[in-house]
């Protein structure tokens, strides 16, 4: 479902990430753990559209997505949630995975998914 192959990634001289791959299956949870500075966020951004590799792919249901615009990567399914930020301190759980349900295809599919996550 989701494919890194060969990752690189650079901030200016500085070399974030390096070969980095993984595979992720559907319905399979996986945990990127690791120290500050690791990569982990970089590793994110890069999958999501953020941030542009110099090398490697990602790919998302076989189709390749390295380098899209990250709205683009959003509107194939592919998201991030910030962890620990307090994006919408004053929502509810179920708020805040409502407002993640917005975009047209999630719509028709909100409460079915709403039943699944809670």
């Known amino acids: ?3 890194v192959e060969g990752l690189d990634l650079f ?11 993984l595979e992720v299956s559907e319905g399979e ?5 690791g120290a500050n500075g690791a990569g982990k966020t970089s590793l994110i ?8 590799p110099a090398a490697g792919r990602v790919s998302y249901k076989s ?8 709205h683009r990567v959003c509107n194939l399914g ?6 620990g930020r307090q994006v919408f301190p004053t929502l509810t759980v179920r708020e805040n995975l409502q407002m993640g349900g917005r ?4 719509r028709a599919r909100r409460s079915e998914n709403m039943e699944r996550m809670l």
């Open 1 to 3: 479902m989701l494919s």
């Open 11 to 21: 901030y200016g001289d500085a070399q974030a990430l390096s070969g980095v791959s």
């Open 29 to 33: 949870i996986v945990a990127i753990v």
């Open 45 to 52: 951004r890069a999958i999501s559209g953020m941030l542009k």
């Open 63 to 70: 189709a390749d997505i390295t380098g899209l615009d990250s």
């Open 78 to 83: 592919v998201g991030q949630v910030a962890e």
């Open 103 to 106: 975009l047209p295809r999630s």
